[in-house]
């Protein structure tokens, strides 16, 4: 029975063609001298491959059907310049073509479609070839078409730049990048259909050299457009062209394999069983398969030559992303012909892309070749030359790509042994602490399969795991203990844990073996590995009890499944039954090492509590209460207290059966601790002398008393009278040992705390309330006391218990219905606002130099004093968040704002924001306070002259700029604000005036201003202008030259912004604020020097405009009343309100005209063409800017200037906060 090929080589009649297209391929300059090797049927990158000789072999085989065009060499107009239309409307106009619509839609299958082309084809060439064509420049996104007579009298290169002409530029969007449902689907079905056509004509048309032949010539051309959309599309069709030849070349070859062995059969029979018939068949066969196979071979190397190596380094990302897909599934499917090193050389060379998607396609290309072991022997030379770059991609920028990365190393060296050195293997060990949770589990599979898995491979019987052997589990956990404690590189085994748990999971929830090795005599491990093992076993329990990474490790899922949640119920189950006789066991051996005790206490938060009454298990709840009291009053670590406390927090549950025993035995030991500590305290009060071992022994009870307090209500045994009467002791006469102040302190907080907590809870009365009220003034008047302290550890441990304590009895605390509250709600007197103040500057805001001598600056040292720092700068900026403390206060932190970013630029940021959304205007008053307090304090110290060279002016220029930035960049919103804001620093400026006839400058505050000028309407700047001259007039002396701070403030208002002094961070600025500038540049309340020196920084300068509606413009009104006695601010904003009305009307692109040109047509027109023509892409904003007009127009409607307009206003490009700097 003959195959489909044989039907359709017999059946059907075939017109071999030559096509000049593969003597006009375009080839690559620098691969033209190189050669590679290989047999005579296989395809080569190289020019000098066995694909040229069988090209040429065809080209004397088939005979031209159609006279074929050149290659193209597409010639476009510049950027910029006007597109040329078609020959007539008609042309110009894209008919509607089927083909595409149908591609677009899905709305039959592929392979009828094809078909229903091909028979189009068959009736008629000419017209199919061109809808076939005409296809694939629709879905370009062109609007052209190429009609009969352009296809027969103009070459390729002709059609593509009348198309270029036609090709609409008023969007970037083309169908495979434009948005919406049904392009995101469009360019599968493309593949989809590219593939189909290939498949569907691989027995017919594609052995026809005029259709597949021209179409390859078009696409060529097409791939070497400037046009974006050409170029990416024709590439991506080229290369799924290229993707199904190479399918059907297998086909083929298998094929020619298949018939030349039977040819070999045939022969070598005798000569009587010979058939000659048979023999020959078989022969011409293979011959034709032979020329089937030069011809696809032809076609593939012209798509490589053509396309593919000019197109892998296109500047486009998605274009160079493709081709490199497409070159590794030639290299898997089709590896006898792919899989060398003329063609590894590209994905080698394109990892060193500078764009994540290519790198990404790189990895996954070379991850499937590596995967096959058969495949890896040709990998040699590539991976000795490439596998530096390919380890150095652990630590790429990209997470996604470093992962691909971490796996195809994984590959290599599961299936290349020997390769990756030591050294290599070393610089992926770290990033199993990777933040990164996808990027630290495939860095923890690479470590299991090179230190752990080859210690002891797991047997498998009838396809299922085996049980492993205690012997095995012991080795893995060695190996583990060895690679935490050996390497160094990390302090907490957590992270390893969850980097390993989704490739040896199973091994890490062996908690028998765990437990085994910990409880066993003679285990061999050191205190080190002892105290590491623990931590491995509570790291693994709360994995497999909570499922979800540990602090600081982030991970893009958001929940778990249900199979998941099912297995971690399981586990959880497992473990509380496995550990709950072991757990008293475990505190038992270890109860001497806090260290130890602390972690084994933590276990109790992640069993099933209810298994103890489920399972009876009370006896060893009695052991683990009995242990639980040893640890308590053994130790004194805040570790081992708060571990301990929040365990019988846990089981303190009155819906157990169990409350009664453990609740007695809380009792029990809370009555222990409280007899214990009157007895020490008596004999403290009473005693003159002091022992150590007495003040230790007591501050250790106080301790554990305290940790206990925290998480259980100990109303009932009275502790406030004596911590409060030691207190009063401690700040009366200063004798009580500060080990001792630290938990009184801490317990007469929690004491009230708790009573406040149960007076909440239900209908308490007036002298109860009264009580705690006195109770909580004595104790904020003991932390006032303490806040002066010669220790600083007290100081800081008031100033968070006062913190914490106004904010809760602040009148916040009556919201939500609880008015019966009112009694308790105290405000801070000023003195203590004061003194808090006073603490935050001496220990929060201060230098490194600065620091506490004594300590050691050890890096970790350092950092936990960060922490605290930032803790009491947290609980001041609460007070002030609150309305506990006057917001005024906010200003002794703004101003430390830019010297402190890195430290606290968080948290001020965040109070900022706050307490702009509380009161806007109040907030801008009070950032304009902290300049003024900044300034007045350098003045102070270095006196007027010379302020601006000094390195703390500079420093406030700098906290004016973020400031600046920190009001976004809505200005009509924040028009009142930054007008309030400068018109206050104005009358700062010139309230303290140098004497008369003296060479001083007035107060230096008007520069700090210039940092929130950008954020001024063009209106408000003028008015503001005029506001400084008539409050300049006012002063009694006039200065007998200019001063250099109100220069450069009117610099800084002036509408042609081109100064780096009114500009954050000094950045040029853009063509388009020029264009604003020179329709604003005349004003004449601006003297005639500064006039000039703003035209001479002009650059170029700009010819002044002579439209009539500049000419028609009305004077701005309302100047010369602005000072007047009994102004009000929103009278001011109105009639900047009014002024930009009537100013907008004239701006509107429709009363715009050009400038005149004086020169008449020469040199400067041709410049400006050129510079309109290099600012085609801002046109838009430009014409935004422009538009901006009509949002003044709506201001009318605005009832007021505290209302913020519902419009937003146009991008200024000025503005550094809208070019994207994220200096706030």
């Known amino acids: 029975m003959s195959s489909p090929l044989q039907r359709a080589m017999r059946g059907g009649q075939r017109s071999l063609s030559a096509s000049s297209l593969y003597v006009n391929v375009p080839w690559d300059d620098r691969d033209s001298d190189q050669t590679s090797e290989g047999d005579s049927d296989s395809l080569s990158a190289d020019e000098g491959s066995d694909f040229e000789d069988s090209m040429r072999r065809n080209m004397k085989k088939r005979a031209a059907k159609r006279p074929l065009k050149t290659t193209p060499v597409a010639k476009h107009p510049k950027k910029g310049s006007q597109m040329i239309r078609g020959h007539s409307q008609k042309e110009s106009e894209p008919p509607p073509s089927d083909l595409f619509d149908a591609v677009k839609g899905a709305k039959s299958d592929m392979q009828s479609l094809v078909d229903e082309w091909l028979e189009s084809y068959k009736q008629n060439q000419d017209s199919g070839f061109l809808d076939l064509i005409n296809f694939f420049i629709r879905s370009c996104g062109c609007k052209g078409t190429v009609t009969l007579e352009m296809f027969k009298k103009m070459s390729n290169s002709e059609i593509i730049r009348h198309l270029t002409e036609q090709f609409n530029e008023d969007s970037g969007d083309y169908p495979l990048t434009a948005p919406g449902p049904s392009w995101k689907k469009f360019q599968g079905s493309f593949c989809e259909f590219v593939r189909t056509l290939v498949y569907q004509c691989q027995y017919s048309l594609l052995y026809d050299g005029f259709p597949m032949d021209n179409l390859i010539s078009l696409l060529t051309g097409l791939s070497d457009s400037q046009v974006r959309a050409f170029r990416h599309t024709s590439t991506l069709a080229a290369m799924k062209l290229m993707t199904s030849l190479v399918r059907v070349a297998l086909q083929l070859s298998l094929h020619k394999d298949n018939s030349q062995r039977q040819y070999e059969a045939e022969r070598n029979k005798s000569p009587a069983q010979r058939a000659p018939e048979r023999l020959e068949s078989l022969w011409e066969k293979r011959k034709e398969l032979q020329e089937h196979q030069e011809e696809i071979e032809g076609m593939m190397n012209a798509l490589f030559r053509g396309v593919f190596v000019h197109r892998y380094r296109d500047v486009l990302p998605e274009i160079r992303a493709i081709c490199i897909e497409e070159l590794g599934s030639w290299m898997q499917s089709y590896s006898s012909s792919f899989l060398t090193d003329s063609y590894l050389k590209y994905i080698g060379w394109t990892l060193h892309d500078k764009h994540r998607e290519v790198r990404l396609k790189c990895l996954k290309a070379l991850k499937e070749l590596y995967s096959n072991r058969d495949l890896t022997s040709r990998l040699e030379l590539f991976t000795s030359r490439f596998k530096d770059r390919m380890v150095s991609m652990v630590m790429d920028r990209e997470y996604d790509v470093a992962v691909e990365a971490v796996r195809l190393l994984i590959l290599i060296l599961k299936n290349m042994e020997g390769v990756l050195t030591d050294a290599d293997c070393e610089s992926i060990y770290p990033v199993v602490y990777a933040s990164n949770r996808a990027l630290a589990c495939a860095a923890g599979e690479f470590l299991y399969w090179k230190l752990f898995y080859p210690e002891y491979e797991t047997r498998t019987v009838s396809g299922r795991e085996r049980r492993r052997s205690p012997h095995a589990q012991r080795t893995f956990f060695h190996l583990l203990l060895s690679f935490f404690v050996e390497s160094e590189l990390h302090d907490h085994a957590a992270y390893l844990v969850d980097s390993l748990w989704d490739c040896a999971g199973s091994q890490l929830k062996d908690w028998e073996s765990l437990t085994s090795l910990l409880l066993e005599k003679n285990q061999n491990l050191g205190d080190v590995q002892e105290s590491t093992l623990i931590e491995i076993l509570v790291s693994s329990v709360r994995q497999a009890s909570e499922g979800h990474p540990p602090v600081g490790r982030v991970t893009g899922r958001k929940g778990l499944t249900p199979k998941e949640r099912k297995i971690q119920a399981d586990d959880k189950v497992k473990l509380t039954e496995h550990l709950i006789p072991l757990l008293p066991q475990l505190l038992a051996k270890f109860s001497a090492d806090a260290e130890k005790v602390?972690?084994?206490?933590?276990?109790?938060?992640?069993?099933?509590?209810?298994?103890?009454?489920?399972?009876?298990?009370?006896?060893?709840?009695?052991?683990?209460?009995?242990?639980?009291?040893?640890?308590?009053?053994?130790?004194?670590?805040?570790?081992v207290l708060e571990a301990g406390a929040h365990a019988l927090y846990l089981l303190c549950n009155p819906e157990f059966t169990f409350f009664g025993r453990v609740d007695f035995a809380r009792s029990q030991l809370v009555d222990l601790l409280t007899d214990r500590f009157q007895q020490e305290l008596e004999e403290l009060l009473q005693s003159s002398?002091?022992?150590?071992?007495?003040?230790?022994?007591?501050?250790?009870?106080?301790?554990?008393?305290?940790?206990?307090?925290?998480?259980?209500?100990?109303?009932?045994?009275?502790?406030?009278?004596?911590?409060?009467?030691?207190?009063?002791?401690?700040?009366?006469?200063?004798?009580?040992?500060?080990?001792?102040?630290?938990?009184?302190?801490?317990?007469?907080?929690?004491?009230?705390?708790?009573?406040?907590?149960?007076?909440?809870?239900?209908?308490?009365?007036?002298?109860?309330?009264?009580?705690?009220?006195?109770?909580?003034?004595?104790?904020?008047?003991?932390?006032?006391?303490?806040?002066?302290?010669?220790?600083?550890?007290i100081q800081e441990q008031a100033f968070v218990l006062l913190s914490d304590i106004l904010i809760i009895f602040s009148p916040q605390m009556i919201v939500g219905g609880r008015d019966f509250l009112r009694p308790l709600v105290f405000l801070p007197e000023a003195t203590l606002q004061s003194e808090l103040a006073s603490f935050l500057m001496d220990h929060v805001f201060i230098q490194p130099g600065e620091m506490v001598k004594g300590h050691s600056q050890e890096d970790h040292l350092q950092i936990e004093q960060l922490h605290q720092r930032r803790r009491l700068l947290a609980g001041f900026c609460k007070l002030l968040l609150f309305g506990v403390l006057e917001m005024d206060a906010a200003s002794d932190v703004f101003k430390h704002y830019n010297k402190f970013y890195s430290d606290y630029g968080d948290i001020i940021k965040e109070t900022l924001t706050r307490a702009r959304q509380m009161d806007r205007s109040h907030c801008s008053r009070i950032l304009l306070l902290s300049l003024k307090q900044l300034y007045t304090e350098l003045l102070q110290e270095h006196g007027p002259q010379g302020l601006n060279e000094l390195p703390a002016f500079i420093e406030m220029r700098d906290l004016a700029r973020r400031f600046a930035l920190s009001f976004g960049p809505q200005q009509l919103q924040n028009r009142d604000l930054v007008v309030m804001l400068h018109k206050e620093g104005i009358k700062f400026s010139l309230s303290e005036l140098p004497p008369a006839g003296s060479s001083g400058q007035p107060p230096n505050l008007a520069r700090l201003l210039s940092e929130f000028s950008p954020r001024l309407v063009h209106q408000d700047k003028q008015l503001l202008l005029s506001y400084l001259e008539k409050c300049l007039q006012r002063v009694s002396q006039a200065p007998s030259h200019h001063w250099g701070s109100v220069t450069t403030y009117c610099h800084s208002l002036s509408p042609v912004e081109n100064t780096t002094e009114g500009s954050p961070q000094g950045y040029p600025h853009s063509k388009k604020r020029r264009i604003e500038g020179s329709s604003r540049q005349h004003r004449e309340d601006i003297s005639s020097s500064q006039e000039e020196s703003l035209q001479l920084n002009s650059i170029p300068p700009t010819p002044t405009l002579t439209s009539t509606a500049v000419k028609n413009r009305q004077p701005l009104e309302g100047l010369e009343e602005m000072e007047e006695e009994g102004s009000s601010e929103s009278e001011f904003t109105q009639r900047q309100l009014l002024s930009g009305t009537q100013r907008s009307r004239f701006l509107s692109p429709r009363h715009s005209q050009a400038p005149f040109n004086p020169s008449g047509p020469g040199l400067g027109n041709q410049l400006t063409r050129l510079s309109l023509m290099e600012e085609d892409e801002d046109r838009g904003e430009v014409e935004t800017q422009y538009e901006s007009g009509e949002e003044w127009q709506d201001l009318d409607k605005v009832s007021g200037p505290s209302h913020s307009s519902p419009h937003e206003p146009g991008l200024d490009l000025l503005d550094s906060t809208e070019l994207n700097i994220e200096d706030f």
């Open 598 to 639: 602390a972690p084994l206490l933590q276990l109790l938060n992640y069993f099933d509590v209810n298994i103890y009454c489920t399972r009876r298990l009370e006896k060893h709840l009695e052991l683990f209460l009995q242990q639980l009291q040893e640890v308590v009053v053994k130790h004194a670590d805040p570790a």
């Open 689 to 793: 002398f002091l022992d150590e071992d007495e003040v230790y022994s007591l501050a250790a009870t106080m301790k554990r008393l305290s940790a206990f307090y925290n998480a259980h209500d100990l109303t009932r045994w009275e502790l406030y009278e004596p911590c409060y009467r030691l207190l009063r002791k401690a700040v009366d006469t200063g004798a009580v040992p500060r080990q001792v102040i630290l938990p009184a302190l801490t317990l007469v907080y929690f004491s009230i705390l708790w009573t406040l907590t149960h007076l909440s809870g239900s209908g308490a009365s007036q002298k109860q309330l009264l009580t705690l009220k006195g109770r909580m003034v004595a104790f904020c008047e003991l932390c006032q006391s303490c806040l002066s302290d010669v220790d600083p550890e």
